[in-house]
């Protein structure tokens, strides 16, 4: 299966520890993004990569919280000094350059105790 | 601000009865696409179906069709025959063309009664 992964796919740490995320995208796929999704909610963007370059970042994405996506390939979601707030689900997606669809991944649960 | 809008929290259907289930969303531009997607219990969220905003004719996907109405900012999902496989949560999604930007509803939670 040559889809989106994420790991790992659940996370669980206490308040005040650092936690990194992995996404590896569909191998052709140009762009990147990362979504918050909480209990209830749709999926909110947090920030978009097109090949290693980071375009955007939502004001959600707070100072805690970097991206990477190195040579255009892989990309890590970092947390410094994770929050309760910061519990959610984190779904990364990637798309083609050219057309609309994003393909999801499975997402990583995070829990902060 | 572009939003989209799902009314309704939870739906129920008997399984084979057909469910329509809404999204309104708002916006100032005229070249986009919209689409419904589908998240499982612990499942990865998978596209049902999508809309291209200049196309005037409603897209359907075997069981799956839509109402879209460009005009009233409408696009509802009707699923005919209903099956135990579609419940899930169903978020509507906006994207204006050449942007990277998605815009998703809050969701509808599907159960399809047996």
């Known amino acids: 299966d040559t889809g989106v992964s994420q790991n790992p796919r659940h996370k669980i740490t206490k308040r005040g520890q650092n936690v990194t995320f992995r996404c590896d995208p569909i191998s052709e796929h140009n762009r990147l993004y990362w979504y918050r999704q909480t209990l209830g909610q749709g999926p909110e963007f947090l920030t978009y990569f097109q090949n290693e370059a980071q375009l955007e970042k939502s004001r959600l994405l707070s100072d805690r919280f970097s991206a990477e996506r190195p040579k255009g390939s892989f990309s890590t979601l970092e947390i410094q000094r994770t929050e309760q707030g910061d519990s959610a689900m984190y779904l990364c997606?990637?798309?083609?350059?050219?057309?609309?669809?994003?393909?999801f991944g499975p997402g990583t649960r995070l829990t902060v105790l | 601000a572009q939003t989209v809008t799902q009314s309704q929290p939870e739906m129920s259907v008997q399984e084979a009865e057909t469910v329509t289930l809404s999204c309104t969303y708002d916006t100032s531009e005229s070249d986009y696409y919209l689409f419904w997607y589908k998240q499982p219990p612990s499942r990865q969220m998978i596209l049902v179906i999508r809309?291209?905003?200049?196309?005037?004719q409603n897209a359907t996907e075997n069981r799956f069709s839509v109402n879209f109405q460009k005009a009233a900012k409408s696009f509802s999902l009707k699923i005919s025959d209903s099956q135990l496989g579609d419940a899930a949560m169903y978020f509507c999604a906006y994207h204006p063309s050449g942007t990277y930007k998605y815009i998703f509803g809050t969701g509808t939670r599907l159960k399809v009664l047996a």
């Open positions: 997606a990637s798309s083609p350059l050219y057309g609309p669809e994003q393909f």
């Open positions: 809309q291209e905003a200049y196309k005037q």
